[in-house]
């Protein structure tokens, strides 16, 4: 009892913390344009890790350590694959990004594609945004909630509450910062949890020796399923809204294209270390549940220790429901509000909007995670979807003659129906809804390109003319 104190006491404290920080952001967050910005250029090493942060969700690490334990430490890949996305980010997209003048992702495609592309990529957008925050607050609160010993459905609603209300508070301001602290406590956690893990077995040789050698295969899930994590990884950097949000918060062009490195040299490390978790808790505890392979080896911990983990845990929670509340809510106000609703643009509407919209986005997907399990069955569509819009956002910057802008807009709509059909039939012959995202929009956009009329609804020229709004 008094272990399960001190593990609540620590993460009370963290909580306090959290709070501290959006308070303080908060009192700058007075415009609309500071509250989706930040109001304020940040170094590249915040965004960095900012942005690995939000990678790091309960899927990055539980469900990383689960296949591990399953599958053995090829699992990593589900991690490392980003840090790769990342580092393909910085060397192709992350100037171009930064150069443009948008802070959203469908204000930047609807500079080559027009604005029928601009409402639908935004609609997917948010939707996937959404479901993926259903998937954190159920994965989330489950786990929580056994190590806490506290109910599920408490566990979800208290963490969807406190996340919600941090980010309505301070904004992208505090986003940046606690993200920031949020990167911090999930590697400490993760490196304590790996090291014990490590010396509980007695050691990497008798690891190796206690479980059979494909455990430890850099390609034991299957070549085919690495490949389908790189494109989704891939993916998920190359056009996310808070991927775009936060890298448009740099300096310039080189400090921009550097966070994007710093989030590879968090992520990577953070995915094999999350593996060599489930490997040893495969090693020290056979038989049970694979989704207990981290719970299980925290449970063993000192309080202190134990209290520290947990509080990482809870930050991946934080961290990525706090990018998704931000980017879904700023998709919601410049795409929705501001065009259509506030045409005089009345800043003080304009801040309420942004708030409410930020709270709606944090809360509805709580309901959801406590009534619709199932929902978790269609989580892949938010990758597969920004795979598909990163194939459209390389064309963009490197062929945006490629193609039509009707052509942009059916390869979403064909995507979005391919994608979920695929998946509902059980990815036929074995081929992932990762490969289909993919072929949609270089089929689509090839067709378009071939039976285009000479000069008739070609895609613009992408420039970059505006700054972004402050």
């Known amino acids: 009892m008094q272990s399960a104190w001190l593990v609540l006491l620590i993460v009370g404290g963290y909580i306090a913390i959290l709070a501290a920080i ?7 967050s007075r415009t609309s344009g500071s509250f989706a910005s930040g109001g304020k250029v940040f170094p590249a090493v915040l965004i960095g890790f900012l942005l690995a942060s ?9 469900g990383t350590a689960q296949a591990a334990y399953e599958s053995g430490i090829s699992a990593a890949w589900n991690v490392v694959s980003l840090g790769v996305g990342f580092v393909l980010f910085s060397l192709l997209l992350a100037r ?25 990529t935004s609609l997917v957008m948010v939707c996937a945004l ?26 979800i609603v208290l963490v969807g509450i406190l996340a919600t209300a941090y980010v309505s508070v301070g904004g992208m301001r505090s986003v940046v910062y606690t993200n920031f602290l949020h990167a911090l406590v999930k590697l400490v956690g993760i490196v304590v949890l790996a090291v014990v893990g490590v010396t509980r077995v007695g050691g990497m040789d008798q690891l190796t020796a206690s479980l059979p050698p494909d455990m430890f295969s850099l390609d034991g899930v299957g070549v085919s399923q690495i490949l389908a994590w790189m494109i989704a990884g891939v993916g998920a950097t190359f056009a996310t809204q808070y991927v775009v949000q936060a890298i448009t918060t740099v300096g310039d062009s080189t400090k921009a294209q550097r966070a994007g490195f710093y989030s590879a040299v968090v992520l990577i490390p953070y995915g094999i270390l999350a593996a060599l978790v489930g490997v040893c808790a495969a090693a020290l505890f056979p038989g049970i549940a694979s989704i207990q392979a981290m719970p299980a080896l925290v ?14 845990l809870a930050g991946a929670m934080f961290g990525t429901i706090a990018a998704l509340t931000i980017g879904a809510s700023t998709l919601l106000f410049k795409d929705f509000y501001q065009p259509y609703f506030n045409k005089t643009s009345d800043e003080r509407r304009n801040l309420v909007f942004i708030r409410v919209a930020a709270g709606v986005a944090g809360l509805l997907p709580i309901v959801l995670a406590l009534y619709a399990s199932d929902v978790l069955a269609v989580t892949f569509l938010a990758k597969a979807l920004r795979a598909t819009l990163a194939v459209l956002v390389l064309l963009m910057f490197y062929a945006p003659r490629y ?26 012959f074995g081929v992932d809804e990762a490969y289909v995202a993919v072929a949609v929009p270089i089929v689509v956009m090839t067709l378009s390109q071939l039976f285009r ?18």
Not at 299 to 312: Q, Y
Not at 404 to 423: D, E, S
């Open 453 to 470: 009329r000479r000069g008739a609804d070609a895609p613009a020229e992408t420039t970059s003319t505006e700054p972004v709004a402050r």
């Open 299 to 312: 449970v063993e911990l000192d309080p202190l220790l134990a209290g520290v983990v947990v509080a990482g």
């Open 54 to 62: 939000e990678f790091i969700g309960t899927t990055a690490s539980i």
């Open 96 to 120: 171009k990004y930064r150069d443009l003048g948008e802070n959203t992702i469908s204000g930047a495609l609807a500079r080559t594609y027009g604005q029928p592309v601009r409402i639908a």
């Open 403 to 428: 193609g039509t802008r009707g052509g942009a807009l059916w390869t979403i709509v064909i995507a979005l129906v391919a994608t979920i059909g695929w998946f509902l039939a059980g990815s036929p």
């Open 22 to 28: 959006s308070f303080l952001a908060g009192r700058s």
């Open 130 to 155: 959404l479901i993926v925050a259903v998937s954190v607050y159920a994965s989330g609160g489950a786990i929580l909630s056994s190590l806490l010993g506290i109910d599920r459905s408490l566990a």
